[in-house]
């Protein structure tokens, strides 16, 4: 049967049934049709599954979808306005910070995250801000210098 679970993701009111076991990234996945989080590890060491719940960047292969009742979820579907990209979005393709395509959605969410906290970050502190996210195929150069870009475009410099 499973618990029924009521919760708002990406702006928009959300009820699902899960079992009292699975995964919030199973949940988003399998049940919600939302497949950008990706499951790259299932231990929360590489944050290819990052989202965010109220406001706080959580990676899903560690909450159970049970805990999303009555919480705002915010996933890398989320950050585009239909065709509009969102600025992080954008300045990842201009700089080519990424390859396969995993690790993306994670990075992405990360990086919005930290710049909801701190839209002027230092390289250091983008540096530290995605240090939970692990990619296997690029550097981390082309990543910090998009998430720097979009900041400032995001500040309106």
């Given at each position: 049967?499973?618990?029924?679970?009521?919760?708002?993701?990406?702006?928009?009111?959300?009820e699902?049934?899960?079992?009292?076991?699975?995964?919030?990234?199973?949940?988003?996945?399998?049940?919600v049709?939302l497949?950008?989080?990706?499951?790259?590890?299932?231990?929360?060491?590489?944050?290819?599954?990052?989202?965010?719940?109220?406001g706080?960047?959580?990676?899903?292969?560690?909450?159970?979808g049970v805990?999303?009742?009555?919480?705002?979820?915010?996933?890398?579907?989320?950050?585009?306005?239909?065709?509009t990209?969102?600025?992080?979005q954008?300045?990842f393709?201009?700089?080519?910070?990424?390859?396969?395509?995993?690790?993306?959605?994670?990075?992405?969410?990360a990086?919005?995250?930290?710049?909801?906290?701190?839209?002027?970050?230092s390289?250091?502190?983008?540096?530290?801000?995605l240090?939970?996210?692990?990619?296997?195929c690029?550097?981390?150069?082309?990543?910090?210098?998009?998430?720097?870009?979009?900041?400032?475009?995001?500040?309106?410099?």
């Amino acid at each position: 049967m499973g618990v029924l679970v009521s919760t708002t993701i990406n702006g928009d009111a959300v009820e699902f049934a899960c079992e009292p076991t699975e995964t919030l990234l199973d949940v988003l996945r399998n049940r919600v049709g939302l497949i950008g989080a990706k499951e790259g590890c299932g231990t929360g060491d590489c944050g290819s599954c990052s989202v965010q719940v109220d406001g706080r960047l959580v990676c899903s292969c560690l909450v159970l979808g049970v805990e999303a009742e009555g919480r705002e979820i915010d996933t890398v579907e989320g950050m585009s306005d239909g065709a509009t990209l969102h600025p992080l979005q954008v300045k990842f393709i201009e700089h080519a910070a990424l390859q396969c395509g995993v690790c993306t959605p994670g990075f992405l969410i990360a990086a919005k995250a930290l710049l909801e906290k701190n839209p002027d970050p230092s390289e250091e502190e983008i540096r530290f801000g995605l240090a939970g996210n692990l990619c296997r195929c690029t550097g981390y150069d082309k990543i910090v210098r998009a998430v720097q870009d979009a900041a400032k475009v995001m500040r309106g410099a």
